[in-house]
């Protein structure tokens, strides 16, 4: 698997990492069992990079993810948790005595020190333009609580201004075949700066895997159910954001474009590869439920470059099907 370096962590990164949120809660049931082996299967096939946060499962992920590093302690992973929404997502809450606390019970969790990466978990714009956010964040690296910190943002606008800190070390955003605003000034702009992008929500919650239709039912404790309105966190976070008919049909588009194309993938993985391979992207972060899932996933880090004619017809599909609901809301 190919390593790129994720900004100014400066420690390198599989260009496919995991996203752990499944293995805390709110996509169905997932046993600890099955965690452990998505876990395990993801190391084997070369992933580096796990993502977690201290409310996935009210910690439950961030325990399993600390478990398993343990158990892997010459392996070289990196660890990035978020913090930030175990409060009301207010700025009064995001204060020093607030972030000392959510990040020594990360701590705990991880089995760890100092924490490699904490990022903002989607903070109030407010938080994220505020000098005194960073100041508290670079005395907490000067004191090795964490390594380095990064803003994870929902709007292209939040990740622009996080980006223009001088120790703000990656971005995390939604990135994938149904959400292209990051590509008009994000990706440049990190570029050039120096700051790692985190690409998650790669399969839109699942949907660019083409295995769903209208009659697809999810679990009732799956956000794929509860949040399709937006009425638990921000609806962007759900198919990214796109309303469930209109990404079933542009998701069996795009699965025949991939066909089309010739190239022995899935359509998850051609998802998957169209997010590592843009310039400015350090790692992808899909989410797996199961070990088949996270071994292809894993695969598609090492998918050739997809051709031009592809790329072109993905972002013809996005014009004409996505871009009116998506782009200038995030
Ligand atoms: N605010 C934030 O910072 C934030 C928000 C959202 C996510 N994240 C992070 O980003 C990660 C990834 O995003 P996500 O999990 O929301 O969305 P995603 O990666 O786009 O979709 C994950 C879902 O796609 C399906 N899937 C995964 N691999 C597949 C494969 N190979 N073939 C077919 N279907 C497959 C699975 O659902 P089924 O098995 O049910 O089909 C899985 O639960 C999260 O785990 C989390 O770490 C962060």
């Known amino acids: 698997m190919q390593q790129r370096t994720l900004g100014r962590t400066n420690r390198p990164v599989s260009v496919v990492g995991l996203g752990t949120w499944q293995l805390g809660a709110d996509w169905g049931e997932v046993t ?13 096939a070369g992933v580096t990079f796990y993502d977690t946060a201290d409310v996935y499962g009210d910690g439950r992920s961030e325990q399993l993810v600390g478990a ?36 020594d019970r990360s701590r705990r969790n991880l089995g760890v020190d100092t924490i490699d990466l904490v990022q903002l978990h989607c903070p109030p714009s407010a938080v994220i333009d505020d000098d005194a956010t960073y100041d508290v964040l670079d005395r907490l690296v000067e004191e090795q609580v964490i390594a380095a910190y990064g803003v994870s943002v929902e709007t292209a606008d939040q990740a622009l201004s996080a980006i223009a800190r001088p120790h703000v070390a990656s971005i995390q ?16 702009a990190a570029e050039a700066a120096g700051v790692g992008i985190i690409a998650r929500v790669p399969l839109a919650s699942g949907l660019l895997s083409g295995k769903y239709d209208l009659d697809t039912t999810f679990a ?23 309303d469930y008919a209109t990404g079933v049909e542009a998701a069996q588009e795009f699965t025949q474009l991939v066909k089309d194309s010739g190239l022995d993938v899935t359509p998850a993985q051609a998802a998957i590869a169209w997010a590592w391979q843009l310039a400015g992207v350090s790692t992808v972060i899909p989410g797996a439920r199961n070990v088949a899932q996270a071994q292809s996933n894993a695969a598609a880090g090492d998918v050739v470059q997809l051709p031009p004619p592809l790329l072109t017809a993905v972002a013809d599909l996005y014009d004409r099907k996505i871009r009116a609901q998506v782009h200038d809301r995030w």
Not at 173 to 188: E, G, H, Q, S, Y
Not at 220 to 242: I, K, L, M, P
């Open 32 to 44: 600890e069992s099955d965690a452990r082996e998505v876990l395990e299967a993801s190391a084997e």
């Open 68 to 103: 398993f590093v343990a158990a892997h302690p010459d392996a070289g992973f990196t660890v990035a948790t978020k913090m930030g929404r175990r409060e009301e997502q207010v700025p009064a809450n995001y204060v020093e005595a607030n972030f000392r606390a959510w990040l």
């Open 173 to 188: 955003i939604i990135l994938n075949a149904f959400r292209m605003k990051p590509l008009d000034a994000v990706l440049p």
């Open 220 to 242: 009732a404790d799956d956000h794929r159910t509860y949040n399709r309105d937006g009425s638990a966190f921000d609806v962007g976070e759900t198919f990214s954001g796109v």
